[in-house]
């Protein structure tokens, strides 16, 4: 399938410089780490924004650029208008918030999204105010890990031509660091002018919104056990069978019907618990990605059961009704 060239290189460019943020940010000793990953960062944002733009757009170039009237001979504007060039007689492009207000407009971006973007750019712009960035590093990787988590999941909302499973994108936890760093570290006043923002962009978090993220908590422990007891895994329909503890399964299905009732409520505008509802839940209980029948009693053969859901069952009932 022919792919338009622009859009084409916009994706390519994205992804480079989102791999470009997490490279620098992984070296183990970098003094500008936090900024120079908001700038990139930022950067792929705002091409994969705009490659977005342009594909819904079938491609008009237009739809990306910065638009102005053609003069006609009287010195009046017409109603046909042509692009803005910069200084050096190239067409000047849209910013990403043109692009983020645009979207949101369009209601095809969440505003948990918004935020988790608009307080990346707050870093870049206010970067060189971070003199003794030491004091916030954890907050503004917490912001890094939902920034990344939020790129894979639009990627694979808007069905770019983009292949995830050839790229690893993930940041190298903070470990090892010394308590007295952070003792000795004075929080300026920029700095936290920085995390009173983010503080307002989270009490305002759309709490019903279970696939974007603003920030990821970060919380690591250290036991003395062998890590060849806890070894991580991915779903494969062909892969080996494993099991799961009890415990593994509460934090894998964690709602109840009653939270999905509730939730629904708050995150549909047209929602009804109706025959409708009963029989999308139905197509869920088939997936045992979405639905586990936990036993109540475990150690009980004879115990009574009941169902529990993975929050990725939002993607199957968002097709299904229209959020607020």
Same mark, same amino acid.
Request: net charge positive.
């Given at each position: 399938?022919?792919?338009?060239?622009?859009?084409?290189?916009?994706?390519?460019?994205?992804?480079?410089?989102?791999?470009?943020?997490?490279?620098?940010?992984?070296?183990?000793?970098?003094?500008?780490?936090?900024?120079?990953?908001?700038?990139?960062?930022?950067?792929?944002?705002?091409?994969?924004?705009?490659?977005?733009?342009?594909?819904?757009?079938?491609?008009?170039?237009?739809?990306?650029?910065?638009?102005?009237?053609?003069?006609?001979?009287?010195?009046?504007?017409?109603?046909?208008?042509?692009?803005?060039?910069?200084?050096?007689?190239?067409?000047?492009?849209?910013? #990403?918030?043109?692009?983020?207000?645009?979207? /949101?407009?369009?209601?095809?971006? @969440? !505003? &948990?999204?918004? +935020?988790? =973007?608009? $307080?990346?750019?707050?870093?870049?712009?206010?970067?060189?105010?971070?003199?003794?960035?030491?004091?916030?590093?954890?907050?503004?990787?917490?912001?890094?890990?939902?920034?990344?988590?939020?790129?894979?999941?639009?990627?694979?909302?808007?069905?770019?031509?983009?292949?995830?499973?050839?790229?690893?994108?993930?940041?190298?936890?903070?470990?090892? #660091?010394?308590?007295?760093?952070?003792?000795? /570290?004075?929080?300026?006043?920029? @700095? !936290? &002018?920085?995390? +009173?923002? =983010?503080? $307002?962009?989270?009490?305002?978090?759309?709490?019903?919104?279970?696939?974007?993220?603003?920030?990821?908590?970060?919380?690591?422990?250290?036991?003395?056990?062998?890590?060849?007891?806890?070894?991580?895994?991915?779903?494969?329909?062909?892969?080996?069978?494993?099991?799961?503890?009890?415990?593994?399964?509460?934090?894998?299905?964690?709602?109840?019907?009653?939270?999905?009732?509730?939730?629904?409520?708050?995150?549909?505008?047209?929602?009804?618990?109706?025959?409708?509802?009963?029989?999308?839940?139905?197509?869920?209980?088939?997936?045992?990605?979405?639905?586990?029948?936990?036993?109540?009693?475990?150690?009980?053969?004879?115990?009574?059961?009941?169902?529990?859901?993975?929050?990725?069952?939002?993607?199957?009932?968002?097709?299904?009704?229209?959020?607020?």
């Amino acid at each position: 399938m022919k792919v338009n060239k622009t859009y084409r290189s916009l994706l390519d460019k994205s992804i480079a410089s989102m791999l470009s943020a997490i490279e620098i940010y992984n070296k183990p000793n970098f003094a500008y780490r936090e900024e120079t990953f908001s700038i990139l960062a930022v950067n792929a944002w705002e091409l994969l924004l705009k490659a977005y733009i342009l594909k819904i757009n079938k491609y008009n170039l237009n739809s990306i650029y910065f638009l102005e009237p053609v003069k006609k001979k009287n010195g009046q504007n017409s109603t046909r208008k042509k692009p803005v060039l910069n200084n050096i007689g190239n067409p000047k492009t849209i910013t #990403i918030s043109d692009a983020l207000i645009r979207l /949101t407009n369009q209601r095809r971006v @969440s !505003q &948990n999204l918004v +935020d988790s =973007i608009e $307080s990346i750019i707050e870093l870049r712009d206010n970067a060189v105010h971070f003199v003794n960035e030491k004091s916030m590093a954890k907050e503004i990787q917490e912001l890094g890990f939902a920034c990344i988590k939020n790129y894979m999941s639009i990627i694979k909302r808007w069905e770019l031509e983009i292949d995830l499973t050839v790229y690893n994108f993930y940041l190298m936890p903070l470990a090892y #660091i010394d308590s007295k760093i952070y003792a000795d /570290t004075v929080i300026t006043s920029e @700095s !936290q &002018n920085y995390i +009173d923002f =983010i503080k $307002s962009k989270l009490k305002n978090k759309d709490t019903t919104d279970e696939e974007f993220d603003i920030a990821i908590s970060i919380d690591i422990n250290f036991k003395k056990t062998n890590s060849f007891e806890g070894l991580g895994f991915v779903f494969d329909k062909d892969g080996v069978k494993i099991n799961l503890s009890e415990e593994d399964v509460q934090k894998n299905f964690p709602l109840t019907h009653t939270d999905i009732l509730k939730l629904c409520k708050l995150r549909y505008s047209d929602f009804k618990a109706d025959k409708g509802f009963n029989q999308y839940m139905r197509t869920v209980k088939q997936n045992s990605k979405l639905h586990y029948m936990r036993k109540l009693d475990p150690k009980n053969p004879k115990s009574s059961k009941k169902p529990f859901y993975n929050t990725n069952i939002w993607q199957e009932l968002d097709t299904h009704y229209n959020k607020k």
